[in-house]
Nanobody, 127 residues
Framework: QVQLVESGGGLVQAGGSLRLSCAASGRTFSSYAMGWFRQAPGKEREFVGAISRSGANRNYTDSVKGRFTMSRDNAKNTVYLQMNSLKPEDTAVYYC????????????????????WGQGTQVTVSS
């Protein structure tokens, strides 16, 4: 069992930055690939990015490439999402998720592959 708690959301102007954190419980954090997803009002949950168990492999959806960066600190059981050059269309609730079925260096963009989810943190970008 893994519990995930996101933090760092808030209100920011377009062009600004935020860093989201996701703290995981338990001592097996490195066993999980981690993902970030988001859901805007009236829309389906969408993949934002994922990072492999080792941290060496990362994958992002096209709309955030070059603006968002994921990282993880396995010693602190925490994964981060650094968001720069934010746009109003980035407004959503952001969720982190843990994927326990992933090989060391692989990631998945499919939310069905993720076993545990956080409660979400709101990110609002004003124009």
């Amino acid at each position: 069992q893994v519990q995930l708690v996101e933090s760092g959301g808030g209100l920011v102007q377009a062009g600004g930055s935020l860093r989201l954190s996701c703290a995981a419980s338990g001592r097996t954090f490195s066993s999980y690939a981690m993902g970030w997803f988001r859901q805007a009002p009236g829309k389906e949950r969408e993949f934002v990015g994922a990072i492999s168990r080792s941290g060496a492999n990362r994958n992002y959806t096209d709309s955030v490439k070059g603006r968002f960066t994921m990282s993880r600190d396995n010693a602190k059981n925490t994964v981060y999402l650094q968001m720069n050059s934010l746009k109003p269309e980035d407004t959503a609730v952001y969720y982190c998720a843990a994927d326990g079925g992933r090989a060391w260096a692989t990631v998945s963009p499919d939310p069905r592959d993720y076993d545990y989810w956080g409660q979400g943190t709101q990110v609002t970008v004003s124009s």
